[in-house]
């Protein structure tokens, strides 16, 4: 087997976004496109010889093909080993898994996580180092810098290798170990939570439904909780993972995850429904016919976390991005622990739990974790609420309805528009930071202004500064509208407005959200020129 050195010209938009690279298939089909970014991610992290690889991706659309590539790759840079997860799965959370529990220098996630899949649809690359989090801005950056002036990349002239059984194969001097996707991954579960009284939940009449949504969490969610937990068969809902997801859009929100959506919302409803993404990273919580917010349920399990047999020595620190609502915050003061605002996307929260400062994060778009791994993680939300109504016995709406009623509720909505014209975009944000002076101490009804900016964070513990992470009006009572440029969309240019009002008045809790938020929706509308410059009259989705 020979090692080739292929010459190639630098691609001018490998910059990685929110979460990776994300691209249309037809982009990474270009002739060398994957391979220079590859080679680009090789060249910046500097591997010692020898170094191990975990290598997995959510099995959409180019994953075998691009996992073949980049085993040759791997070989022709230097790598000892390589874990492959069989078949070329690894959900997202269990690829950080499995890095950390192996000690590896870190791992290759292939995703577009909750993007649909398929020949013209995305597909997604990004690098997770030895922590198993996403690779820090300082890395990403050096990975595009690199991109930009490739001139060569290497790779091994071999056949493929069998991927769809587990064992040890030679790929020149490297060793490719074929492991089980899920296996490792149950077992930390399995240490994290009460399958005990899960178990005897699941055998007393309590219903569930899983909708893994023809993506990645298919298997883990069969193995954990229809083997290991022994709910009953069809229990987990679209649970073969399919290349284009079915033709759906892998993202478990009340707009796309329509199946469970219905079942839940229907006459003869379960207790208790979840749903993941793509990859496997996101969730979201249903009741019996009642959603619960994502940022509610950060705040719902931080509130309750000593439940389960994995937290019960309390949290050390509580984080959420930005946008999340503060419905966290209000938890954090409770048990007098600190709660971090960092920007939007999971790599914030590595340096965080790295340092010990923080047990449990979240974010608004339906990612929910803790320090178990360095990733979000779908199953482990879904876990974490069915151990919490194992404790307590009581339905999701009542915990739900407590914990309003005890700390207030921080009712919230996002609005994405997506495939907008970049200009327009563009144009809105640049809009809204010239307002800046004009809008700050202005009022609008029963609200005012008291500040707004373009958020900044300094991480607290490498001192690194991340700018222009949204731009952000703050109320005089704490209610915030935020407008930010999505990181992960492939299409054009997605806005996010985000909208978020407290009330502390247990007499308003039964108010639907729409409802609650519809004057800051207005101000929000208004003061962007929303319609006027980007010609919508409605959001793609709401959330
Ligand atoms: C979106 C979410 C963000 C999440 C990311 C990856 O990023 O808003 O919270 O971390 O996907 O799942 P965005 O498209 O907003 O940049
Ligand atoms: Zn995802």
Redesign the pocket.
């Known amino acids: 087997m020979k090692i080739l050195t292929v010459d190639t010209c630098p691609f001018p938009d490998q910059k990685p976004?929110?979460?990776g690279l994300r691209k249309k298939v037809p982009v990474f089909q270009q002739p060398h496109y994957l391979e220079n970014f590859v080679q680009s991610i090789f060249d910046s992290i500097q591997a010692p010889p020898g170094a191990t690889l975990v290598l997995g991706g959510d099995g959409r659309y180019y994953n075998r093909h691009a996992i073949q590539i980049i085993l040759k790759m791997a070989a022709a840079n230097g790598f000892g080993k390589v874990l492959a997860g069989r078949g070329g799965i690894l959900s997202t959370p269990a690829a950080s898994c499995v890095i950390r529990k192996y000690q590896t220098f870190g791992g290759i996630i292939l995703s577009a996580?909750?993007n649909p899949g398929g020949p013209t649809e995305d597909f997604g690359i990004k690098f997770n180092s030895s922590n198993g989090g996403p690779a820090t801005e300082t890395v990403t950056e050096a990975i595009f810098a690199r991109s930009k002036n490739i001139s060569a990349y290497r790779i091994l002239e071999a056949d493929d290798v069998a991927l769809d059984q587990a064992g040890t194969t030679m790929l020149g001097n490297m060793q490719v170990e074929v492991i089980d996707p899920v296996a490792d991954y149950a077992d930390l579960m399995e240490s994290l939570f009460d399958f005990g009284a899960i178990r005897a939940l699941l055998g007393s009449g309590f219903r569930i439904r899983f909708d893994a949504m023809h993506a990645v969490n298919g298997p883990y969610a069969w193995e954990i909780l229809e083997q290991r937990l022994g709910a009953p068969a069809g229990s987990v809902l679209n649970a073969v993972p399919l290349e284009d997801f079915g033709g759906g859009h892998p993202d478990p929100n009340l707009t796309y995850a329509h199946d469970l959506v219905e079942i839940m919302y229907g006459a003869d409803a379960p207790d208790f429904g979840a749903a993941s993404?793509g990859d496997g990273?996101?969730n979201m919580i249903l009741g019996k016919r009642f959603f619960v917010t994502p940022s509610d349920s950060l705040a719902v399990l931080a509130a309750n976390a000593t439940l389960a047999p994995g937290y019960r020595s309390g949290l050390a620190g509580i984080a959420r991005?930005m946008?999340t609502s503060a419905a966290a915050d209000r938890v954090a003061r409770a048990l007098n622990i600190p709660c971090y605002e960092t920007p939007?996307?999971?790599k914030f929260f590595g340096n965080l739990m790295d340092a010990g400062k923080v047990t449990l994060c979240g974010?608004?778009?339906f990612?929910t974790g803790s320090s178990h791994v360095r990733e979000?993680d779908g199953l482990w939300a879904v876990l974490f609420w069915l151990n919490i109504l194992a404790a307590r016995k009581q339905p999701v709406e009542s915990i739900v309805r407590e914990h309003w009623a005890k700390f207030g509720r921080n009712f919230y909505s996002r609005y994405d528009y997506e495939a907008l014209p970049s200009d327009a975009a563009n144009g809105l944000m640049q809009h809204l930071r010239d307002s800046f002076t004009s809008l700050a101490g202005r009022q609008f009804g029963r609200y005012a202004i008291q500040t707004c900016d373009d958020f900044s964070y300094t991480d607290p513990v490498d001192g690194s500064i991340s700018k222009n992470q949204g731009v952000r009006l703050l109320f005089s009572d704490g209610s915030r509208i935020i407008f930010?440029?999505?990181?992960?969309?492939t299409d054009g240019a997605?806005l996010?407005v985000y909208l978020e009002a407290y009330e502390a008045d247990a007499s308003m809790h039964h108010l639907d959200a729409q409802q609650a938020l519809q004057e800051l929706i207005a101000i929000a509308l208004q003061v962007s020129e929303l319609e006027l410059r980007t010609g919508r009259n409605k959001p793609t989705v709401i959330t």
């Open positions: 976004g929110t979460s996580s909750h993404d990273d996101r991005s946008p939007t996307g999971w974010e608004e778009s990612g979000k930010r440029l999505s990181g992960t969309g997605t996010r």
